[in-house]
């Protein structure tokens, strides 16, 4: 069956640029994960939601930072006004059920800030 | 500060050799333990979960083993071929649901 799908797989924007990213969860799978993996850096959570509810928000880098999803299914994360350091990696993750569960993850989507 | 400790950061063996990677952690009150593999320019796959009650997993030549109280955790990798070769990431859980990620041990397994 189809896994985690991210788009676009490559992004290269201009400082001050906003940027939309875009996950494609397992189908079925209740939750939902992102993460960004900068160079250098390890693996660093941004936000996770349970159905369209995201309990908690305080991992995400800053307020030009945001994220939502639709219909249980689709997120999306959005960076306003991006910088540099925003150059990373960003992977998406669901799982069937409860966040304890296995998490499946996407290729990712690179992006880079220029 | 949570963290994750991976040692060793890099590890190079012949191919057939058994190896083991160690992962440590600050907080004893984990919901569960993850190891994943990152192979280049791809996302990470799942090997092990191990949920706070457990003390160890296995799949196929893959154990994995948790020590809550001394905050451990080893993955053992059995007749390693060079296929194995990737980055191997130990993850804990914390009881807000957020993965903590250790740094990494890349692993390069020579034929």
């Known amino acids: 069956g189809a896994g985690v799908s991210q788009s676009p797989s490559n992004k290269v924007t201009e400082k001050g640029k906003d940027v939309e990213l875009r996950c494609d969860p397992i189908s079925g799978h209740t939750a939902l994960y992102w993460y960004r993996q900068s160079l250098g850096q390890g693996l660093e959570f941004l936000i996770y939601f349970q159905g369209n509810s995201a309990p908690d928000k305080s991992g995400l880098p800053s307020d030009r930072f945001s994220a939502e999803r639709t219909g249980g299914s689709v997120s999306t994360l959005t960076i306003q006004r991006t910088q540099q350091e925003d150059s990373a990696v960003y992977l998406c993750?669901?799982?069937?059920?409860?966040?304890?569960?296995?998490?499946?993850f996407g290729p990712g989507t690179r992006l880079l800030v220029l | 500060k949570q963290e994750v400790t991976q040692i060793p950061a890099a590890l190079s063996v012949p191919e057939g050799e058994n190896l083991v990677l160690n992962c440590s952690f600050t907080d004893s009150a984990i919901y569960n333990l993850q190891w994943f593999r990152q192979d280049p320019g791809k996302g990470l796959t799942s090997l092990l979960l191990?949920?706070?009650?457990?003390r160890e997993q296995t799949s196929g030549r893959l154990n994995a083993s948790l020590d809550k109280s001394s905050g451990r955790s080893t993955l053992y990798i059995a007749a390693s071929q060079p296929g194995d070769s990737a980055t191997y990431l130990c993850?804990?859980?914390?009881?807000?649901?957020?993965?903590?990620f250790g740094s990494g041990t890349r692993l390069l397994v020579r034929p």
């Open positions: 191990i949920q706070s009650s457990q």
């Open positions: 993850a804990w859980m914390d009881s807000s649901y957020k993965l903590i």
């Open positions: 993750a669901s799982s069937l059920g409860g966040p304890g569960e296995t998490q499946y």
